[in-house]
């Protein structure tokens, strides 16, 4: 796997992606614009979420069927379609219509998760993921450092109509560009669903998965709430202004790269535990956030190095228990991403409508603790990775 193949899945991985964040820094001028109460903004994210939860469940198992490249790029093009529609909708319920379809075909991501564990070498696969979900953290905050800046330029529309643009780019170029995933003949469509059911009572994939519920619920109450008491007083900062946070969140994540070898080397779980204190102490320099923006973009940093860190050991460890499912596997995990994402998004604007700043501090700071505890109970049943030749899948 070579680095242009890297590159183009973490692009892949991060307009996907984008597809479905990218309007948490224009919230209020969506709202505004589509007749949407402010207590109600984080729906924007959180259809998107449901949209996304549904994908993993129907789309994501049908890699362990079909050939990975075919449909990466046939999961580009409808991304493309939902964020055409959201761009052009007249009405809150064509945006959460575009949104909801943008998001069950975001899935893309994790089927380019899943290629690319499959196509790696034992020894590498660890450093592979980690470049390839990068993208995804690219995807996620950079898209609001552009979406700022294209909503101050030419409005919200102009952000997904971007996204619609480069998604049906992708969607060509990874036909012509990416390997064939050639494979024997597998299962069929009811047995692999059944199969992703079952990995929800195996210790492993379950303590990583409550792990990652309330990672990214953590994760989601900042990124849909930040941009609320930021547009306010005292601050009063533009779309632009905000979107410009996702830099420091940027840096954060990407410090975490590393994370990926850490895994290879046999530290997956020891990651995960620092990972999650860290991401818990954030929350106080967040806190902070009606007071001091330095702490804000101190604590910015602190959550997503936090939170990059553990989800590429939650993925480097689920690849190497469930090497014949992979995209199951990774799939079925991120229901749990995404159930946290959309209950983060949703219950922040709520309570902040409600307590202000305080609100969503002590929310994000709770499902940081909650994560943190379930590390610690899970015991070895999440411990670290070990050299495929020595696995065995529930002693990962």
């Known amino acids: 796997m070579d680095w242009r193949t890297r590159l183009l899945l973490a692009v892949v991985c991060g307009v996907a992606v984008a ?64 964020t055409a529609v959201t761009a052009a909708a007249p009405a809150a319920w ?3 219509s575009g949104l909801a379809a943008a998001g069950l075909f ?14 790696s070498p034992p020894a590498e696969r660890g450093r592979n993921l980690g470049v390839v979900t990068s993208g995804v953290v690219v995807g996620i905050l950079g898209a609001r450092v552009v979406a700022g800046v294209l909503a101050d330029l030419w409005g919200w529309r102009s952000v997904y109509l971007a996204l619609a643009f480069l998604a049906a780019v992708l969607a060509l170029l990874t036909l012509a ?68 946070f ?24 020891r990651v995960t535990g620092i990972a999650l204190v860290l991401l818990l102490v954030s929350w106080a320099a967040i ?48 229901v749990f991403y995404s159930l946290g994402s959309a209950l983060g998004a949703a219950a922040t604007t709520a309570l902040f409508d409600v307590a202000g700043w305080v609100g969503p501090t002590v929310l994000g700071a709770a499902f940081a603790g909650c994560a943190l505890a379930t590390w610690a109970f899970s015991g070895r049943s999440a411990g670290p990775a070990v050299p495929p030749r020595l696995r065995q899948a529930e002693k990962v």
């Open 19 to 82: 597809s479905v964040y990218a309007g948490q820094p224009v919230l209020g001028p969506m709202g505004r614009e589509l007749g949407v109460p402010v207590g109600s903004l984080g729906w924007f994210v959180a259809i998107g979420q449901f949209g996304y939860l549904a994908g993993l469940v129907l789309l994501v198992p049908l890699g362990d069927m079909l050939d990975r490249r075919r449909l990466i790029a046939a999961h580009l093009a409808l991304v493309a379609a939902g």
């Open 94 to 96: 064509a945006a959460f």
């Open 106 to 119: 975001a899935v893309v991501v994790q089927t380019a998760v899943a290629y690319t564990a499959s196509i």
């Open 177 to 244: 560009l990416l390997p064939p995933d050639v494979r024997p003949r597998t299962a069929g469509y009811g047995r692999v669903l059944r199969s992703f059911g079952g990995l929800f009572v195996r210790p492993v994939f379950l303590s990583r998965g409550l792990i990652a519920f309330f990672l990214f619920a953590s994760f989601g109450t900042l990124w849909s709430g930040m941009a609320l008491p930021l547009a306010g007083a005292p601050w009063h900062l533009s779309e632009a202004r905000i979107g410009l």
């Open 246 to 269: 996702g830099i420091a969140g940027l840096a954060g994540a990407l410090g975490a790269a590393r994370s990926g070898r850490w895994g290879d080397a046999g530290h997956a779980r």
């Open 287 to 334: 806190g902070q956030l009606p007071r001091s923006l330095p702490l804000l973009v101190a604590g910015v940093v602190l959550l997503d190095f936090a939170v990059q860190a553990v989800h590429v050991s939650n993925q480097h460890t689920l690849a190497n228990a469930y090497p014949e499912r992979t995209s199951s596997a990774i799939g079925a995990y991120m």
